[in-house]
């Protein structure tokens, strides 16, 4: 055996005994980063569907909310009604052509919708928590997803021969931990934020030209709500697998991407979001060439219901907490609102 043999042989030896390493601390990082961080502080239920009115961001919520109550929403909403006070006014007296009749029931429930969006936030987390408080504590102490140990148990890797293979394993599971970190994180500040922007944003729905950024960031906030529910059912399997890295890989991938599969099914969106617009627009489009191009179909077209577009926002609101009224003063003698009180 040559020189240059020799220290091929103990470089490959040096990168096997390096790979065998990683793996075999690979695993008790995984699962400390699981348990210690994104279990205690994302996954839990207490920090999944959090208070937001009480503690120290709670705080900062209740306050800023009140502000941008007072500071905004009050002049825009005045804007909005003055704008369409005329336009009514216009359209009875020069006869502008518009139809007002079956407008005003949407207008009153998104106004109200926009009123109670604050409290009815708080009544959604509140649901939320019921059901996932539930599945947290599913199977404990062994099959709940609370514990890494469990989630993680049935990761099988070793050394030798199999360490190439098993740090592959670990470097996908590293990436989808830090994905699952990643949008627990920014979920949790969606929950704390959106709350303050919605009656602006549910207030856009009534404007035709922002009606479609309103809906989309009301469908934001559900998806981002229930998005541990759904998780957690993979997350739970999981715990059931033994020896089979692969099917554990599968149930983390798949808690991972529920939540973008959710905003991105037809089937959890009604008709006047951006991908039924655009597939209404395309078929429309097409009959309109098929009518203009192909003798006799516009028969055909006629006895085609075309696709119809139905509000999202179009629900009354129901929630099951006690409203109440604040005083038309707001504490200070120089504001006013005509808004409820932040749930103590």
Same mark, same amino acid.
């Given at each position: !055996?040559?020189? $240059?043999?020799?220290? $091929?042989?103990?470089?490959?030896? &040096?990168? /096997?005994?390096?790979?065998?390493?990683?793996?075999? $601390?690979?695993?008790?990082?995984?699962?400390?980063?699981?348990?210690?961080?994104?279990?205690?502080?994302?996954?839990? %239920?207490?920090?999944a569907f959090p208070n937001i009115v009480s503690g120290s961001v709670g705080e900062g919520v209740r306050s800023l909310y009140y502000f941008i109550m007072f500071s905004i929403y009050d002049p825009l909403l005045t804007i909005i009604l003055i704008a369409l006070g005329l336009l009514i006014l216009l359209n009875s007296s020069i006869q502008l052509g518009m139809d007002f009749k079956n407008i005003w029931i949407k207008i009153l429930l998104l106004l109200v919708l926009s009123n109670i969006s604050f409290f009815l936030?708080?009544?959604?987390?509140?649901?939320?928590?019921?059901?996932?408080?539930?599945?947290?504590?599913?199977?404990?102490?062994?099959?709940?997803?609370?514990?890494?140990?469990?989630?993680?148990?049935?990761?099988?890797?070793?050394?030798?021969?199999?360490?190439?293979?098993?740090?592959?394993?670990?470097?996908?599971? $590293?990436?989808?931990?830090?994905?699952?970190?990643?949008?627990?994180? !920014?979920? &949790? &500040?969606?929950?704390?934020?959106?709350?303050?922007?919605? %009656?602006? #944003? @549910?207030?856009?729905?009534?404007?035709?030209? @922002?009606?479609? =950024?309103?809906? *989309? +960031?009301?469908?934001?906030?559900?998806?981002?709500?229930?998005?541990?529910?759904?998780?957690?059912?993979?997350?739970?399997?999981?715990?059931?697998? *033994?020896?089979?890295?692969?099917?554990?890989?599968?149930?983390?991938?798949?808690?991972?991407? &529920?939540? @973008?599969?959710?905003?991105?099914?037809?089937? /959890? *969106?009604?008709? @006047?979001?951006?991908?039924?617009? /655009?597939?209404?627009?395309?078929?429309?489009?097409?009959?309109?060439?098929?009518?203009?191009? +192909?003798?006799?179909?516009? !028969?055909? +077209?006629?006895?085609?219901?075309? %696709?119809?577009?139905?509000?999202?926002?179009?629900?009354?609101?129901?929630?099951?907490? =006690?409203?109440?009224?604040?005083?038309?003063?707001?504490?200070?003698?120089?504001?006013?609102?005509? #808004?409820?009180?932040?749930?103590?």
């Amino acid at each position: !055996m040559n020189f $240059v043999s020799i220290i $091929v042989d103990a470089i490959l030896k &040096a990168i /096997s005994y390096i790979v065998s390493a990683i793996v075999y $601390v690979g695993k008790p990082v995984l699962v400390s980063l699981y348990s210690n961080f994104i279990s205690k502080y994302l996954l839990a %239920p207490q920090y999944a569907f959090p208070n937001i009115v009480s503690g120290s961001v709670g705080e900062g919520v209740r306050s800023l909310y009140y502000f941008i109550m007072f500071s905004i929403y009050d002049p825009l909403l005045t804007i909005i009604l003055i704008a369409l006070g005329l336009l009514i006014l216009l359209n009875s007296s020069i006869q502008l052509g518009m139809d007002f009749k079956n407008i005003w029931i949407k207008i009153l429930l998104l106004l109200v919708l926009s009123n109670i969006s604050f409290f009815l936030f708080q009544d959604l987390l509140y649901v939320g928590s019921l059901l996932y408080t539930q599945l947290w504590n599913y199977g404990v102490p062994y099959h709940n997803f609370s514990s890494g140990s469990n989630l993680l148990i049935g990761l099988q890797i070793g050394g030798g021969s199999g360490s190439i293979v098993s740090l592959l394993i670990l470097v996908i599971f $590293v990436f989808l931990m830090l994905y699952l970190l990643l949008f627990l994180s !920014m979920r &949790a &500040a969606i929950l704390y934020t959106f709350p303050l922007l919605a %009656p602006i #944003f @549910t207030l856009l729905i009534l404007i035709p030209r @922002t009606k479609e =950024i309103g809906e *989309r +960031v009301w469908f934001l906030f559900l998806d981002s709500l229930f998005a541990p529910i759904i998780m957690s059912i993979p997350l739970i399997l999981s715990t059931y697998v *033994r020896n089979n890295s692969v099917l554990v890989l599968g149930f983390l991938a798949l808690a991972d991407a &529920a939540p @973008t599969m959710l905003a991105m099914s037809q089937s /959890s *969106r009604s008709a @006047t979001n951006f991908l039924g617009r /655009s597939v209404g627009r395309g078929v429309n489009s097409s009959m309109g060439y098929i009518t203009k191009n +192909v003798k006799g179909a516009e !028969m055909i +077209v006629k006895s085609i219901p075309a %696709p119809g577009e139905t509000g999202a926002a179009n629900v009354s609101p129901e929630t099951g907490s =006690i409203r109440q009224f604040s005083p038309l003063n707001s504490g200070n003698g120089t504001s006013s609102s005509l #808004f409820f009180k932040v749930k103590e």
